[in-house]
C-alpha cells in the first residue's frame, strides 16, 4: 500500500475502539445516577413510613391511657367491654410496631439497620414502654378477670401517666433522629448524584474532543479522499483509451460512457442515459440477446472476441470484459470494448505471409504441409473420401520466353483467379510453384473431383488473355486411399498430370485410370468392358443403357444445360432404372436365384435414393453432378460390379 494512501479500515478500527468504551463509560454513568436517584426516592418512602409508624406510637399511647381511663369511669358493662377491646388493640398494635421500629418489617417497609444513635435512644425508653406495657397487660387480666378494685386500677392507671410522658419524649427524639439521619444520607445522595452529572459531563466533553471530533475529521479525510478518488475514476473512466460503458445490471440502460464509447453508439440525437445497450449498439459476432444474456449471468468475463459494426459501415474488432458492482446504489455492469482491430490487421497480414502465396494470394506450399495432415486425419475419423488434382499451365515457358515474367505472373494470377471462382469454400487452393497449382477436395470422391478439374480446365480454355491470348492446363486428380500418406498421394497425381501432358496436355487425367477426359469431348466417358457382360443379353444391353445415361450427366454438368432439360433427363434416368429393375428381377426369379429377395430389396433402396436426389435437386439443395456421382457409386461400382456379380454363375449355367 502506498504510504500516501489511507487506509479507512485502520481509520474505522480506531473509531470503534475509541467511540465503543466511551459509550460504555456514559451508559455506566447514567445507569449509577438512575440507580441513586431510584434509591433516594425508596429512602424518603421509607422515611415515611417510619415517622409515620413513630407517630402512631405516640397515638397509640396516647389511646391506651384514655382507654384505661374510660374503663374507671363507666359502670355500663358493655361500654366497659368496648373499651377494653380498643385498649386489647392498642397494646397490640404498640407493642407490634414498637418491635417493627427496632427490628425492621420488610412487608412495612421499615429499614432493619437502626444507628446507634437510635438504638441507644430505644433503648432510653425501652422501660418507660415495658412499665407502661405491663400496666396495660394487668388491667387487661383485671377487666377479664372481673375480680378488681377501682383503686387497683387506679394505681395503674397512674403507673401509666407516670411513664407516657417520658415515653412520649422519647418518641419524638426517635422521629428526629430519624429525620436527621435520612436528611444526612439525602444530601450525600444530593452530592453523589451531582458529582456524576458533572461527571458525566467531563466526560461527554472529553469524547466529543478527544474521540469524536477526530473521528469526525478522519471522516471527512476519508469522504474527501473518496470524493477525488471518484472524480478521478471518472475523469480516467472518460479519458480512457479504450470504449467504457456503465449500464444497469438489469434493464441495460447506459448510465455512463466516455467518448470512445459515444464513437460506437447510435445516438440518434439521444442523450445517453435514454440508450439501451443491446439496441444501440450493432452487435456482429454474437447475437445481441445472447451476448447480454452472457453479460447479465456472469459476474465478470476477461477478453471475448467480438465485431461492431459502426455507422453502418466498417466492423471493427474488440475484446468485451465485463465486471458487476455498485453505483449510486444500483445494480451495475461496467463494460470494456478494447479495440483491436489494428492488431488483427496486423495479424491477418502475418497469417497471409505466412501461409498464402504473395504473388496469386492462394495457399502456399507452408500451408499445404499445416493442413493436409489435419484434413487426412478428419477423413480417416469420419470415413470421408479425399481428392486432389495437380494445374499445370501447358507451355508456360514459352509464354516467359515470348512476353516476359511480369506477363506470365499475370497469367498465373488470372489462373489462380479462374480456379478460384469454381471451387468451394471448403476447397484449399495452393500454388506449388511456379505454374503448378494443386487443390485439395476434402469429403470428395474421385468422380467429383474429375468434374471440378474439368470444369476449371473449359474455363481456362476458353478465356483469352488480351496479351497472350488462349493457353491451356493439364490436370492430374486422384482420390486417397485407406491410410495413405499424402506424399504418396501427391505422387499419384503428379503421375497422372505426367500422363496428362503425354497424352497430348489439356486434359483431366486420373491416376486410378478409370477415365480419361479429353479436351471438348462431349462422347461416352464410361467405356464398357467385357468383364462386365453377365451372360444374359437383356440385363447387358440394359446395363449398357444406364451406362450412357450417366455419361451424359458428365456433359449435362459441362454443357450447363437449363433445369427443364436437366429434370427431363433425371427422369428418364429413373424410368431407365425401374424397368432394368423390373427386368432383372424377373430374370432372377426364373432361374430360381436364392438371394432373390435380398437383391429385390437393394434395387428398392436405389429407386428411393434416386427419388431423394430429385428432390433434392428440384429444391435447389444439390447439382445434377449428383447424378452421375450416384450411378457411378452406387449403382456401377456398388451395384453392377458388386451384387449383380454375385449372379452371374446362375445365369452362365
Known amino acids: 500500500m502506498d504510504k500516501n494512501e489511507i487506509n479507512y479500515e485502520r481509520i474505522s478500527q480506531g473509531i470503534r475502539r475509541r467511540y ?16 441513586i436517584i431510584s434509591y433516594e426516592i425508596k429512602q424518603a418512602e421509607g422515611l415515611s413510613r417510619v415517622i409515620n409508624v413513630a407517630g402512631r406510637q405516640r397515638m397509640l399511647s396516647q389511646k391506651i391511657t384514655k382507654d384505661v381511663l374510660a374503663l374507671t369511669q363507666f359502670e355500663d358493662e358493655e361500654e366497659q367491654t368496648l373499651y377494653l377491646d380498643e385498649l386489647k388493640t392498642a397494646v397490640d398494635t404498640w407493642e407490634e410496631s414498637n ?30 414502654h415495658q412499665t407502661i406495657l405491663g400496666a396495660a397487660h394487668d388491667i387487661i387480666d383485671l377487666m377479664e378477670s372481673g375480680v378488681y378494685s377501682k383503686s387497683l386500677l387506679l394505681e395503674k392507671i397512674k403507673v401509666i401517666k407516670s411513664n407516657d410522658k417520658t415515653y412520649l419524649e422519647g418518641m419524638d427524639q426517635i422521629v428526629s433522629q430519624y429525620d436527621k439521619e435520612d436528611s444526612d444520607k439525602i444530601e450525600i445522595i444530593d452530592r453523589t448524584e451531582l458529582i456524576l ?10 469524547e466529543v474532543i478527544y474521540i469524536f471530533m477526530p473521528a469526525e475529521k478522519s471522516l471527512l479525510i476519508a469522504f474527501k479522499e473518496i470524493n477525488e478518488s471518484n472524480t478521478n475514476i471518472l475523469n480516467l473512466f472518460k479519458t480512457i483509451h479504450g470504449a467504457m460503458i456503465l449500464v444497469d445490471e438489469e434493464t441495460f440502460q447506459i448510465l455512463l460512457m466516455n467518448k470512445t464509447a459515444e464513437g460506437l453508439v447510435n445516438m440518434n440525437n439521444e442523450s445517453h442515459e435514454r440508450l439501451n445497450l443491446a439496441e444501440c449498439v450493432q452487435w456482429e459476432t454474437i447475437d445481441r440477446i445472447n451476448i447480454m444474456e452472457k453479460i447479465k449471468a456472469e459476474d465478470k468475463i476477461f477478453n471475448i472476441e467480438i465485431a ?85 499451365l501447358d507451355f508456360f515457358k514459352r509464354i516467359n520466353d515470348n512476353w516476359g515474367h511480369p506477363v506470365g505472373d499475370l497469367i498465373l494470377k488470372q489462373t489462380a483467379k479462374m480456379a478460384s471462382e469454381n471451387i468451394r469454400k471448403s476447397d484449399f487452393l495452393i500454388r506449388l ?57 501427391y505422387e499419384r497425381a503428379d503421375a497422372a498430370l505426367y500422363r496428362a501432358k503425354e497424352e497430348g496436355r489439356n486434359r483431366v487425367v486420373s491416376y486410378e485410370n478409370q477415365l480419361i477426359l479429353p479436351s471438348g469431348s462431349t462422347n461416352t466417358y464410361l467405356e464398357w468392358k467385357m468383364e462386365w457382360n453377365s451372360g444374359n443379353g437383356e440385363i447387358d444391353e440394359q446395363h449398357q443403357e444406364l451406362l450412357a445415361i450417366s455419361n451424359d450427366f458428365i ?34 426369379k426364373s432361374i430360381e436365384y436364392p438371394d432373390y429377395q435380398k437383391h429385390a430389396n437393394i434395387h428398392m433402396k436405389l429407386i428411393a435414393k434416386v427419388e431423394e436426389l430429385r428432390q433434392a435437386y428440384q429444391n435447389g439443395e444439390i447439382k445434377i453432378s449428383a447424378f452421375f456421382t450416384f450411378m457411378l457409386d452406387e449403382f456401377i461400382i456398388g451395384h453392377l460390379l458388386n451384387t449383380d456379380t454375385l449372379f452371374f454363375p446362375y445365369i452362365k449355367k
Open 20 to 35: 465503543i468504551p466511551a459509550v460504555i463509560v456514559i451508559l455506566i454513568l447514567v445507569f449509577a445516577r438512575q440507580i
Open 308 to 392: 461492431i459494426r459502426v455507422n453502418d459501415e466498417k466492423s471493427l474488432s474488440f475484446l468485451l470484459s465485463t465486471v458487476k458492482g455498485k453505483y449510486h446504489r444500483n445494480a451495475v455492469i461496467l463494460i470494456n470494448l478494447f479495440d483491436i482491430t489494428l492488431q488483427k490487421q496486423v495479424e491477418e497480414s502475418m497469417r497471409k505471409l505466412a501461409t498464402n502465396d504473395e504473388l496469386t494470394g492462394l495457399y502456399n506450399r507452408h500451408f499445404m504441409d499445416k493442413i493436409v495432415e489435419e484434413e487426412m486425419e478428419r477423413s480417416e475419423r469420419y470415413n470421408s473420401p479425399i481428392s486432389v488434382f495437380i494445374l499445370d
Open 197 to 206: 452529572f458533572f461527571l458525566i459531563i467531563v466526560v461527554i466533553v472529553f
Open 99 to 128: 418491635s417493627n421500629l427496632q427490628t425492621g418489617d420488610l412487608e412495612e417497609g421499615i429499614t432493619k439497620h437502626n444507628s446507634d444513635t437510635i438504638k441507644m435512644l430505644f433503648s432510653e425508653i425501652d422501660e418507660s
Open 433 to 489: 510453384g511456379g505454374e503448378e497449382f494443386l487443390l485439395l477436395m476434402p469429403n470428395t470422391n474421385l468422380n467429383e473431383a474429375i468434374i471440378v478439374a474439368e470444369k476449371i480446365r473449359d474455363v481456362i480454355e476458353n478465356y483469352t488473355d488480351p496479351i497472350v491470348g488462349k493457353y491451356t492446363a493439364s490436370f492430374g486428380v486422384t482420390q486417397r486411399m485407406n491410410n495413405e500418406s499424402f506424399q504418396k498421394l
Open 555 to 588: 456433359s449435362m454438368s459441362l454443357l450447363k444445360l437449363d433445369k427443364e432439360k436437366s429434370t427431363h433427363q433425371i427422369e428418364q434416368l429413373i424410368q431407365h432404372l425401374s424397368s432394368h429393375f423390373q427386368n432383372e428381377e424377373r430374370i432372377l
